[in-house]
């Protein structure tokens, strides 16, 4: 009954893709048809008739959109912010107006492209920033590969795209070859656009109301790698290797440095990572030189066998975690066996 269960609630999950949230595929869906706009009035130049006008003006707001688009992919507002909209929409009617303005004054459309093109390009230039919002350690592997991959590929993208702006007395050879570079880029850019919304469905983002799971989930986790790390240490004794660091125990579990140090100093409550491990080096010295089966061993053996390099830091380390030299130690404990 119980794999049954199991295997109908596994298919089910299967068969339900998970959603990005739906400011995500709201602005996907503006950029999506942004870019389609334009790729149509590209493809279709003169052939597009009547729809000449309307693709225009579909496409002006493009890198608008796209910029949005980018801000709820990174961000994991629920909303935007209002500012953010009026840039885009100061982006979107600048541009509609240099579509349908051929009437305007000289001076009047010559202000409105100079807003237009400052417009577009300061939000070019925080496409590039968006990715790096809330970029830190506490951020998975996945999260920045991703984050990084999507930032070189917009860059190649749009670089392409400005290099292949047609120049004053180029060529027709020379239009069209730049014309079919900009066709292509924002055809990827459409691809880049649904990877990107791929990835935030299958990768969510914690939200401002999920920051209380978060901490509590942190606490969890730490709790957990307390206990791995202290198996570690009773079980394994890995404290005994004399040259061990807190890089090879993060190696060794599988974790991120930061969050080994983490769970030390917070969760298992010692000051760093040479008090625990000497800590236990110190317990495990005290075990042996108690021992009447281990009278005759070296103290500087012993001292190696727990971790310790040499003798004079063995010494003060002991004295200062038990208040007595070893030898002193080994002779109080042996004397009446």
């Given amino acids: 009954m119980d794999l049954t269960l199991t295997s109908l609630t596994a298919d089910t999950a299967a068969d339900i893709a998970p959603k990005p ?20 009035s590209q493809l279709l130049g003169a052939r597009a008739g009547v729809w000449t006008t309307p693709l225009a003006i579909g496409g002006v707001a493009g890198c608008g959109f796209s910029w949005l688009f980018t801000r709820a992919v990174f961000d994991p507002a ?14 979107f009617l600048t541009g509609v107006v240099m579509v349908l303005g051929d009437g305007l004054a000289a001076p009047i459309l010559r202000m409105i492209q100079n807003t237009h093109a400052l417009g577009s390009s300061t939000v070019l230039m925080l496409t590039f920033v968006e990715p790096f919002s809330g970029y ?12 990084i991959a999507y930032v070189a590929l917009y860059g190649a993208l749009m670089g392409s795209s400005v290099l292949a702006v047609n120049q004053p007395g180029a060529g027709s050879a020379d239009r069209e070859l730049a014309e ?68 090879d125990l993060a190696r060794r579990l599988g974790e991120p440095e930061y969050k080994v140090t983490r769970c030390i100093t917070a969760s298992l409550g010692f000051a760093n990572f ?10 495990r010295a005290r075990q042996m030189l108690a021992d009447p089966a281990l009278r005759s061993r070296p103290i500087l053996l012993i001292a190696l066998d727990c971790g310790f390099g040499s003798i004079g830091p063995f010494n003060r380390a002991f004295k200062a975690g038990v208040g007595v030299t070893p030898r002193a130690f080994r002779g109080a404990n042996l004397r009446d066996s």
């Avoid at 830190?136 to 984050?147: A, N, P, Q, V, Y």
């Avoid at 040479?274 to 317990?283: C, E, G, L």
Wanted: aromatic share 6%; proline share 4%; charged share 25%.
């Fill in 21 to 40: 949230p739906g400011r995500i595929r709201a602005h996907w869906a503006l950029t999506t048809g942004a870019l389609a706009c334009f790729i149509l």
């Fill in 78 to 91: 629920p909303r935007d912010a209002r500012w953010s909209r009026i840039v885009v929409l100061v982006v």
């Fill in 136 to 147: 830190g350690r506490d951020l998975s592997s996945t999260e920045k590969r991703f984050r």
């Fill in 180 to 247: 079919l570079v900009k066709t292509t880029c924002a055809s990827l850019a459409l691809l880049l656009c649904g990877a990107a919304v791929w990835f935030r469905a299958r990768h969510p983002l914690a939200g401002p109301g999920g920051r209380r799971a978060s901490r509590t989930s942190q606490a969890a986790e730490d709790a957990d790698l307390a206990r791995r790390i202290t198996w570690l240490l009773r079980e394994e004794q890995i404290h005994a290797s004399p040259n061990l660091k807190v890089a």
């Fill in 274 to 283: 040479n008090q625990m491990v000497n800590t236990h080096r110190i317990a």
